[in-house]
Each structure stands twice: as structure tokens, then as C-alpha cells.
């Protein structure tokens, strides 16, 4: 602080004498040089408030100005008038501008009477990335062993995280500090040029929210990343634009993420309510954690907006049958865990309790590399970025700066997704693409050459499921993916999907990894600094990709002595999901119920009633009946019309919902203490074991799973049965009983 007031000779007076200064001021100096002040562009603004300080002569006007390294002063203003304990306070408005400037101030009524800061400030972007070891190896020498790029300008970056501390660092081409903060930097400088950015991580490896919130919890310090915050924001400054992408430790939440993490974020539980901390958390089935914070102890939503970007790639450690089933058979938990987390991240996004606390969700970060070969034909830490290639971590900086830029609007393109399908009508293939421009892929962009076919899933175009199981043939034609069937051609009721499990599309371990497959994913050149492109969203609309195709599958007709199906198996144990699709066209009863699906001993029943509902029942493995023959409205089902319903049963998460023609018409919630159907008891379709409550009409398809999925899609994977006309076809199935059918 420099101090000009009484006692200093200020200049000769008319008659040649000196002239003592009758008044003194000071100005209280910024925490650090070269500190920078957010400019607001989360609300679309350019400008910052800038907290100024300190003292002088009671009742005098205080004025200020902007000296900018380079530039020219800017004009006097008014700022404040010194308060009779000798204290002033003022705010200055300050545009976003490429100098750093330091604030000089002065007596009014006395001008030479001056003061000016020692320390510069900015105004540009203050970001915030929160997340685990994603981040933590963005600025980790010890995992970045690349050379670093060079940097297209000096100290317009800066880079705070805490160790032991807050540390601060200023990056230089001559010091960039490692190549994947070398490589974030550029897209900023290039992206904005004469814009700063100060990028916080608020980062600790291997930790999630539960462990940030609970001080009981040692895995990490919430103090830590306060006091980081506080140094970060130490002269009033706020952090603008804080993001999160964080999945992996919190990805065990499942489809709970919303539920669990939503309070933490607004300060609301899901559905409005109001949750004061510290508190306990409960969510989902009955699960709890405790909360002793929240960001809102951090961020203020005056001046703050979440960026929300993300899920990242999650890749395979074994070989897969599809996207969240190992070859063996076996649930991938992790995967199948990732893909609902995405699904709920949306949700917590959308929700609209969360007012506008959310920018629109950003890009995925999904067409990097995870992992090195461990020398040996194997491949090892594949949950986290390559530390020793390009397309490593320092690709992931750069996907993450784009997200930042792109969801605060200091980028104008818009995040590619497939929202553009055609079937080809004769089901010889259907073509995928979006509107924000054309499809490619890393592997076309770069003229490298395609993988060649030692595997069936290696195709132009990874990450597409038919009917559960890998696409075989996905290219690219006209800056579309052209996507052909697995089988002679696509039928009425093939379902396709992109970007399931962990969005990776990778099968074969670690064949995938050594084939580069994360080039092969899709991919729209937006025009964005320093990548061909940015990742295609995962999980497009189930609208969008609907199929079209009239059903010319062969039906069967189905008398009252049969046939009808029963599994010549019980159960089995461990059985607590269940997907029942039916596609039929049933008569409805005169009277009574006929039982569409079920199992022996009425702990699943799925009826049809004379008046068109559909009547449920579900009791657990303990005998507790959870849904009690619950109708639907009636009429869902018209005398012989053709429908398709859909069952979905998780009794570990506490559901079962029914869908007709793609509408769901019945939720039941419930709380099991023994989440399993019993392993002694026979699926049943069509009629009870004894041929009792027959169906009768015309069959198209009958398919069980022994997993679901909560929004009534298909799941991955073959049924665990499925009946299919002709006649002939289905007298000829194992499960069949009664008598034959016709058709």
C-alpha cells in the first residue's frame, strides 16, 4: 500500500512556497499480485465487482481510477466518502479486459493526496473443477510424462489446487507445469483470446460427495477445500463458473445420484423441500449419509452457475458379451451402475427445483485415452487417463475447457447429439446423424487406417447395441452412421442404442485398448480449438431412434386348452429383477382374470380384467405382498387389438411398472427387507401351471429377462426366454404345455 497525507510536500503553492497536504488516504491492497476477479459470463455478462478499501480523512470524497499495464488511465470517478472512524469502502464495476491494472485513488477536494495498489488484478473467468483423481492428474508431474506443447501466451492462466496449502501457479511457456495444463490452457487462450482464466481444483483422488460433506469421514477434508476456496476468493472475488463431472467414486450411487447429491447442490431434497445442515441424507432404498455442508457454503447462486458436464468414458477391465454384461454372463455392476448414473445426472440437471443453478448439461468427455500398456500384453490403470500420450489426459484437459467454454457461452456451438434417424424400409440398415453437423470419427478425421475384422464388434463406428448385443457393421456414409442388422435385415421389433454401460463401446479386453477403439467412437468437428471434434452424446433419445418398421412377424393363435408356456426350471436364486415384454393381441375375458404372466405361488401376476386393466401382484421372497392386485385404468388393452406391454421388477430398488405401447400406466414403489423372489417357484406365460386362466388370442413375441431397466426399454442382453410365432415355432418350444397352437 502506498499512502500520501499529512506531512508530505505535494507541490508549490502560487507564491512558491510548499504546500503540506491537510487530508491523507490509503488504499488496502489485493491478497496476492495478479488476482482475478470473475466477469460474470455464466449471466452473460462482462463486468465484475471489485471490493476496494481503506482510510483517510473523515467526510472526504475518495475517487478512483484504473491504471492498466500498457494502456492509458482511465477517467476519475467517485467511489466513496471516508466514514468518521477514517474507513472507506467502495465497489469498482470493472469490464472484462486483456490488461492486468492496478487502482489508484484520491482525495477529491485534494487530488494530490494519492494512493495506489503494489498488487495487479484482473477481470476474466474464475473456474472451479471438483472432482477425484480425473482432475488431480490434470496438473500431477508425476503422471504426466508428455512434453509439454507450447503454451500461445504467458500468465493468462493460473492454477490453484491445495496441497499441504493452497498453491498458486502462474503458467509460462518456459513453466507450464505439465503437458495436460499446457494443453487446457491453449484452448482457453485460443478459444478467448486476451482473456484470463484462474482454474481452482478442488480435487482429491479416490474420494466422492459423501466423503467432501462429513467431517467424521477422513478420506477428505471438507476444510481443505474450503480454505482453498477462501484463498482462491480472497479479495471478494467469486468463482463464476464451478464444475463437475464427477462419477467415479459417486458412481456407485447408481440411478440414486440424483436423489443423494441433489441437496448438496440446492439445498433441496428432489422435490422441492427445503434441507437445512448439517443433516442426514436418506435416498433411495432407505440409504443414508451424513451431511455436515453443502456448495452453498461456497457458492452464491447471485453470482454462480454450475457447469455440469459429463459423464466421462468408463472403461471394460474383462472381456464383455455387451456394453453391461460380461462374456460369461455375469451383470458388469460398474457399467451397468455408470449408465444409470448418466440417466439420473440428466434428471438432477433438468429438474426444475434447481431453478437455474445449472447451465444447460455440457459435452461428454469420451473419445480420450484411459490406461498404458503394462509392457506384458496387458493393460493396466484403466480408470484413469493416459498420462503418457496426447490423446490421454491432455485430450481430457482439453474436452474439459471446451465443456466450461461451451456451457457458459463464451463458445457458440452446441453439443452434437443423434437426434436424426431413418429406417431404411425394407430393414436393410437405418442412418443416424446429427443436426449440428456431420458424423466421423477420430480414426477418419486423422486418415488413419480402419481396424481390421479380428474381432465382430471392430467396425467404423463403436458404441452401437442391437437388441443388447454389439453392432457388427456401423459406418460412416455422408457424414452419417449408417448402422446395418446383426442378421439379414431389421425387423419390427430390433431396438438400437448408442453410448450404453460406460459409453466406451468396448468388448475385448485388452484388445480394444491396444486397437485404440476410443478413436472409432463418433465425433462432429463444431470448429473447436485443438480437437477434430467433440464427442457425439451418448444415450440419444429412445424417440429418435424408435422403430418404424411395420411387424410382419408371424403370429400364433392361442385356444383355451393352450398352448401356454412354464419354465421346466425353478428360478433360481438371487433372482431380483425381472423384464416381461408381450406383444399380443388378446381376447379379453368374459369374466374373472386371465393371467398374461406370472409364477407358481402368485408372487408375480400379471392379469388381464374384462374391462381392459391390467391387475398386478408382487410379494417378496418373505411372503410380504408389496403390490396387492393393483389395477390399472381400464381399457389399456382393447378386445384383440394388437399391443405391446412391457414389465419392469427391481425389488432391490423398490419398483414395478408397466407400460402399454410405450405408456407407462402403472408405478408402484415399495421397500423390501428380503428383495428376492423365491428360487423354488416356475415363470409362467399365458395360463397358470394347470392350463387355469388361459389366454386366448393371437401371439407375436413373449420374452423374459432376469434383469430390467426402469424406463421400460429393452434390456442388454438375449432374454432369458423368448416365444416366437409361427405355429410351429412355438409348439416346438420347451416351455410349451397344452395344447397346440394354430395359425
Same mark, same amino acid.
Given at each position: 500500500?502506498?499512502?500520501?497525507?499529512?506531512?508530505?510536500?505535494?507541490?508549490?503553492?502560487?507564491?512558491?512556497?510548499?504546500?503540506?497536504?491537510?487530508?491523507?488516504?490509503?488504499?488496502?491492497?489485493?491478497?496476492?499480485?495478479?488476482?482475478?476477479?470473475?466477469?460474470?459470463?455464466?449471466?452473460?455478462?462482462?463486468?465484475?465487482?471489485?471490493?476496494?478499501?481503506?482510510?483517510?480523512?473523515?467526510?472526504?470524497?475518495?475517487?478512483?481510477?484504473?491504471?492498466?499495464?500498457?494502456?492509458?488511465?482511465?477517467?476519475?470517478?467517485?467511489?466513496?466518502?471516508?466514514?468518521?472512524?477514517?474507513?472507506?469502502?467502495?465497489?469498482?464495476?470493472?469490464?472484462?479486459?486483456?490488461?492486468?491494472?492496478?487502482?489508484?485513488?484520491?482525495?477529491?477536494?485534494?487530488?494530490?493526496?494519492?494512493?495506489?495498489?503494489?498488487?495487479?488484478?484482473?477481470?476474466?473467468?474464475?473456474?472451479?473443477?471438483?472432482?477425484?483423481?480425473?482432475?488431480?492428474?490434470?496438473?500431477?508431474?508425476?503422471?504426466?510424462?508428455?512434453?509439454?506443447?507450447?503454451?500461445?501466451?504467458?500468465?493468462?492462466?493460473?492454477?490453484?489446487?491445495?496441497?499441504?496449502?493452497?498453491?498458486?501457479?502462474?503458467?509460462?511457456?518456459?513453466?507450464?507445469?505439465?503437458?495436460?495444463?499446457?494443453?487446457?490452457?491453449?484452448?482457453?487462450?485460443?478459444?478467448?483470446?486476451?482473456?484470463?482464466?484462474?482454474?481452482?481444483?478442488?480435487?482429491?483422488?479416490?474420494?466422492?460427495?459423501?466423503?467432501?460433506?462429513?467431517?467424521?469421514?477422513?478420506?477428505?477434508?471438507?476444510?481443505?477445500?474450503?480454505?482453498?476456496?477462501?484463498?482462491?476468493?480472497?479479495?471478494?472475488?467469486?468463482?463464476?463458473?464451478?464444475?463437475?463431472?464427477?462419477?467415479?467414486?459417486?458412481?456407485?450411487?447408481?440411478?440414486?445420484?440424483?436423489?443423494?447429491?441433489?441437496?448438496?447442490?440446492?439445498?433441496?431434497?428432489?422435490?422441492?423441500?427445503?434441507?437445512?445442515?448439517?443433516?442426514?441424507?436418506?435416498?433411495?432404498?432407505?440409504?443414508?449419509?451424513?451431511?455436515?455442508?453443502?456448495?452453498?457454503?461456497?457458492?452464491?447462486?447471485?453470482?454462480?452457475?454450475?457447469?455440469?458436464?459429463?459423464?466421462?468414458?468408463?472403461?471394460?477391465?474383462?472381456?464383455?458379451?455387451?456394453?453391461?454384461?460380461?462374456?460369461?454372463?455375469?451383470?458388469?455392476?460398474?457399467?451397468?451402475?455408470?449408465?444409470?448414473?448418466?440417466?439420473?445426472?440428466?434428471?438432477?440437471?433438468?429438474?426444475?427445483?434447481?431453478?437455474?443453478?445449472?447451465?444447460?448439461?455440457?459435452?461428454?468427455?469420451?473419445?480420450?485415452?484411459?490406461?498404458?500398456?503394462?509392457?506384458?500384453?496387458?493393460?493396466?490403470?484403466?480408470?484413469?487417463?493416459?498420462?503418457?500420450?496426447?490423446?490421454?489426459?491432455?485430450?481430457?484437459?482439453?474436452?474439459?475447457?471446451?465443456?466450461?467454454?461451451?456451457?457458459?457461452?463464451?463458445?457458440?456451438?452446441?453439443?452434437?447429439?443423434?437426434?436424426?434417424?431413418?429406417?431404411?424400409?425394407?430393414?436393410?440398415?437405418?442412418?443416424?446423424?446429427?443436426?449440428?453437423?456431420?458424423?466421423?470419427?477420430?480414426?477418419?478425421?486423422?486418415?488413419?487406417?480402419?481396424?481390421?475384422?479380428?474381432?465382430?464388434?471392430?467396425?467404423?463406428?463403436?458404441?452401437?447395441?442391437?437388441?443388447?448385443?454389439?453392432?457388427?457393421? !456401423?459406418? &460412416?456414409?455422408?457424414?452419417? /452412421? $449408417?448402422?446395418? +442388422?446383426? #442378421?439379414?435385415?431389421? %425387423?419390427?421389433?430390433? *431396438?438400437?442404442?448408442?453410448?450404453?454401460?460406460?459409453?466406451?463401446?468396448?468388448?475385448?479386453?485388452?484388445?480394444?485398448?491396444?486397437?485404440?477403439?476410443?478413436?472409432?467412437?463418433?465425433?462432429?468437428?463444431?470448429?473447436? !480449438?485443438? &480437437?477434430?471434434?467433440?464427442? /457425439? $452424446?451418448?444415450? +440419444?433419445? #429412445?424417440?429418435?431412434? %424408435?422403430?418404424?418398421? *411395420?411387424?410382419?412377424?408371424?403370429?400364433?393363435?392361442?385356444?383355451?386348452?393352450?398352448?401356454?408356456?412354464?419354465?421346466?426350471?425353478?428360478?433360481?436364486?438371487?433372482?431380483?429383477?425381472?423384464?416381461?415384454?408381450?406383444?399380443?393381441?388378446?381376447?379379453?375375458?368374459?369374466?374373472?382374470?386371465?393371467?398374461?404372466?406370472?409364477?407358481?405361488?402368485?408372487?408375480?401376476?400379471?392379469?388381464?380384467?374384462?374391462?381392459?386393466?391390467?391387475?398386478?401382484?408382487?410379494?417378496?421372497?418373505?411372503?410380504?405382498?408389496?403390490?396387492?392386485?393393483?389395477?390399472?385404468?381400464?381399457?389399456?388393452?382393447?378386445?384383440?387389438?394388437?399391443?405391446?406391454?412391457?414389465?419392469?421388477?427391481?425389488?432391490?430398488?423398490?419398483?414395478?411398472?408397466?407400460?402399454?405401447?410405450?405408456?407407462?400406466?402403472?408405478?408402484?414403489?415399495?421397500?423390501?427387507?428380503?428383495?428376492?423372489?423365491?428360487?423354488?417357484?416356475?415363470?409362467?406365460?399365458?395360463?397358470?401351471?394347470?392350463?387355469?386362466?388361459?389366454?386366448?388370442?393371437?401371439?407375436?413375441?413373449?420374452?423374459?429377462?432376469?434383469?430390467?431397466?426402469?424406463?421400460?426399454?429393452?434390456?442388454?442382453?438375449?432374454?432369458?426366454?423368448?416365444?416366437?410365432?409361427?405355429?410351429?415355432?412355438?409348439?416346438?418350444?420347451?416351455?410349451?404345455?397344452?395344447?397346440?397352437?394354430?395359425?
Amino acid at each position: 500500500m502506498l499512502m500520501f497525507g499529512l506531512g508530505l510536500t505535494a507541490g508549490p503553492s502560487q507564491a512558491g512556497e510548499a504546500v503540506v497536504p491537510t487530508t491523507m488516504l490509503s488504499i488496502d491492497d489485493f491478497s496476492r499480485d495478479k488476482t482475478l476477479f470473475d466477469s460474470g459470463a455464466a449471466f452473460g455478462n462482462s463486468v465484475t465487482q471489485v471490493p476496494l478499501s481503506g482510510t483517510g480523512t473523515a467526510d472526504e470524497v475518495v475517487q478512483m481510477r484504473l491504471l492498466p499495464e500498457g494502456s492509458a488511465a482511465t477517467e476519475w470517478s467517485d467511489i466513496a466518502t471516508v466514514a468518521t472512524d477514517g474507513t472507506w469502502a467502495g465497489v469498482a464495476i470493472v469490464a472484462r479486459r486483456p490488461e492486468w491494472l492496478r487502482v489508484e485513488v484520491r482525495i477529491k477536494s485534494e487530488p494530490v493526496v494519492r494512493s495506489l495498489t503494489s498488487n495487479r488484478f484482473g477481470v476474466g473467468h474464475v473456474i472451479a473443477l471438483w472432482g477425484q483423481s480425473e482432475i488431480v492428474r490434470i496438473r500431477s508431474t508425476v503422471h504426466n510424462t508428455m512434453t509439454p506443447e507450447p503454451l500461445l501466451g504467458d500468465d493468462a492462466v493460473q492454477v490453484m489446487w491445495y496441497e499441504d496449502g493452497p498453491v498458486l501457479k502462474h503458467l509460462t511457456n518456459a513453466d507450464p507445469h505439465t503437458a495436460s495444463l499446457a494443453a487446457m490452457a491453449n484452448v482457453f487462450m485460443e478459444e478467448r483470446p486476451g482473456d484470463k482464466f484462474a482454474i481452482v481444483l478442488q480435487a482429491v483422488a479416490g474420494t466422492g460427495f459423501r466423503a467432501l460433506v462429513d467431517d467424521a469421514n477422513t478420506d477428505r477434508n471438507w476444510a481443505d477445500d474450503a480454505a482453498l476456496h477462501a484463498f482462491a476468493t480472497a479479495d471478494g472475488q467469486h468463482v463464476g463458473l464451478p464444475a463437475v463431472s464427477w462419477f467415479a467414486t459417486p458412481g456407485a450411487l447408481s440411478e440414486f445420484y440424483e436423489d443423494a447429491l441433489f441437496p448438496l447442490f440446492t439445498g433441496k431434497t428432489v422435490d422441492g423441500t427445503s434441507v437445512t445442515f448439517p443433516t442426514t441424507i436418506t435416498y433411495g432404498n432407505n440409504a443414508s449419509y451424513k451431511a455436515d455442508h453443502w456448495f452453498g457454503e461456497l457458492y452464491d447462486p447471485a453470482h454462480t452457475k454450475w457447469v455440469a458436464y459429463g459423464p466421462h468414458r468408463f472403461d471394460i477391465y474383462a472381456d464383455m458379451q455387451n456394453a453391461t454384461v460380461l462374456a460369461g454372463g455375469a451383470p458388469q455392476f460398474n457399467l451397468n451402475n455408470k449408465e444409470n448414473v448418466r440417466r439420473s445426472w440428466r434428471a438432477m440437471v433438468e429438474n426444475p427445483n434447481a431453478g437455474d443453478l445449472f447451465l444447460p448439461l455440457g459435452l461428454e468427455p469420451l473419445t480420450y485415452q484411459n490406461g498404458i500398456s503394462d509392457a506384458t500384453e496387458g493393460w493396466v490403470d484403466h480408470s484413469h487417463p493416459s498420462g503418457n500420450t496426447d490423446d490421454g489426459t491432455p485430450m481430457l484437459a482439453r474436452l474439459t475447457a471446451h465443456a466450461v467454454l461451451q456451457a457458459s457461452g463464451l463458445t457458440d456451438w452446441d453439443i452434437p447429439e443423434f437426434d436424426q434417424a431413418e429406417w431404411e424400409p425394407s430393414g436393410a440398415y437405418v442412418d443416424i446423424w446429427s443436426s449440428t453437423g456431420p458424423v466421423t470419427t477420430l480414426r477418419i478425421a486423422r486418415g488413419e487406417a480402419a481396424l481390421d475384422d479380428s474381432y465382430p464388434h471392430w467396425t467404423d463406428v463403436f458404441g452401437w447395441q442391437i437388441n443388447g448385443a454389439p453392432a457388427q457393421r !456401423a459406418e &460412416i456414409v455422408n457424414g452419417r /452412421v $449408417r448402422l446395418y +442388422p446383426n #442378421e439379414a435385415a431389421f %425387423v419390427a421389433s430390433d *431396438v438400437i442404442r448408442f453410448g450404453e454401460g460406460g459409453a466406451s463401446g468396448m468388448i475385448k479386453f485388452p484388445e480394444d485398448f491396444y486397437a485404440g477403439s476410443y478413436k472409432n467412437l463418433p465425433i462432429v468437428d463444431v470448429g473447436a !480449438a485443438r &480437437i477434430e471434434g467433440v464427442p /457425439v $452424446r451418448s444415450l +440419444p433419445s #429412445e424417440t429418435v431412434l %424408435v422403430n418404424p418398421l *411395420v411387424d410382419n412377424a408371424p403370429a400364433f393363435l392361442v385356444g383355451e386348452t393352450g398352448p401356454h408356456f412354464a419354465d421346466p426350471q425353478q428360478l433360481g436364486e438371487g433372482v431380483d429383477q425381472l423384464h416381461v415384454r408381450l406383444s399380443l393381441a388378446a381376447d379379453l375375458p368374459a369374466s374373472g382374470a386371465d393371467l398374461l404372466m406370472g409364477t407358481t405361488g402368485n408372487y408375480v401376476k400379471l392379469e388381464v380384467v374384462p374391462d381392459g386393466a391390467l391387475r398386478l401382484r408382487l410379494r417378496d421372497t418373505g411372503g410380504t405382498v408389496h403390490v396387492d392386485n393393483v389395477e390399472t385404468a381400464a381399457g389399456v388393452l382393447a378386445n384383440g387389438v394388437q399391443a405391446d406391454i412391457a414389465l419392469s421388477i427391481d425389488m432391490v430398488a423398490g419398483y414395478l411398472r408397466v407400460w402399454v405401447n410405450d405408456v407407462l400406466v402403472l408405478d408402484q414403489s415399495f421397500t423390501s427387507a428380503t428383495p428376492t423372489l423365491p428360487s423354488n417357484r416356475t415363470l409362467l406365460l399365458l395360463s397358470a401351471l394347470n392350463g387355469a386362466y388361459q389366454v386366448t388370442g393371437s401371439i407375436k413375441r413373449l420374452s423374459i429377462w432376469k434383469t430390467t431397466t426402469a424406463d421400460g426399454g429393452v434390456p442388454n442382453g438375449t432374454p432369458y426366454k423368448d416365444v416366437t410365432g409361427p405355429a410351429s415355432v412355438a409348439n416346438a418350444n420347451a416351455w410349451k404345455l397344452g395344447t397346440d397352437a394354430q395359425g
